[in-house]
């Protein structure tokens, strides 16, 4: 069997994607959001063990997780309330690096105070794949794993920083993937220090 080239065929990385003045908007558009829409702590389904970073959402759909499972909504599980909209430069960046793809359905927000992470996992409770899962890193700069499509086997890390971007396209889409570490302090964007990684992905079969 030849060696799985790491990161997978379908990765891409855009370092500096959004500039300083463009992250900044999103920054507060994300206010707005977050105030309708409050960043919630999941808990692990059956075990309930809570997440180490907090989540909120944006768009038609948004992705939770609970006792009862991992899924997608169309509401806050607090407020019980729609999500916001995905905001306009998100959609725009979707358009501009998943041309053919269908419109996102869900941008998930994840916080990251400092000295949070994720473990590594695959994105796969959507009903379909061919469409890419496009990330967006702002703050302070996170140490980013990713390996294959199986668990536990090679993986190599790399640095993302405040404005990039990050495309699991292709052989990468159910790559598994994760957050080591935050480096704490690498970034000014952010009032209280710490990172969000925005999530937007395709949901339903178009
Ligand atoms: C995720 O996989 O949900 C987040 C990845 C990241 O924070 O860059
Ligand atoms: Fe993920």
């Not at 309708?36 to 038609?60: E, I, Q, W, Y």
């Amino acid at each position: 069997m030849s060696a799985q080239n790491l990161p997978p065929e379908g990765f891409q990385m855009l370092p500096g994607y959004f500039d300083r003045p463009n992250q900044e908007a999103l920054v507060e558009t994300l206010r707005a959001a977050l105030h309708d829409a409050p960043l919630f702590l999941p808990v692990m389904p059956r075990t309930g063990k809570p997440f180490s970073v907090r989540m909120s959402n944006c768009g038609p759909l948004g992705w939770v997780s609970d006792i009862k499972g991992y899924r997608y909504q169309p509401t806050h599980p607090a407020t019980g309330k729609p999500w916001p909209p995905i905001p306009q430069a998100l959609l725009e960046l979707w358009k501009d690096v998943a041309p053919d793809a269908p419109s996102p359905e869900a941008c998930l927000i994840n916080y990251y105070e400092p000295g949070t992470k994720m473990g590594l996992h695959q994105d796969k409770d959507e009903a379909t794949f061919d469409a890419p899962v496009v990330s967006v890193s702002l703050g302070d700069t996170a140490t980013f794993r990713i390996g294959g499509t199986s668990r536990g086997g090679k993986t190599s890390s790399m640095r993302l920083a405040s404005g990039d971007v990050v495309v699991l396209g292709g052989d990468a889409r159910l790559a598994y993937h994760g957050i080591d570490r935050i480096l704490t302090g690498t970034s000014t964007l952010l009032k209280n220090g710490g990172r969000i990684n925005l999530t937007l992905r395709r949901v339903t079969k178009p």
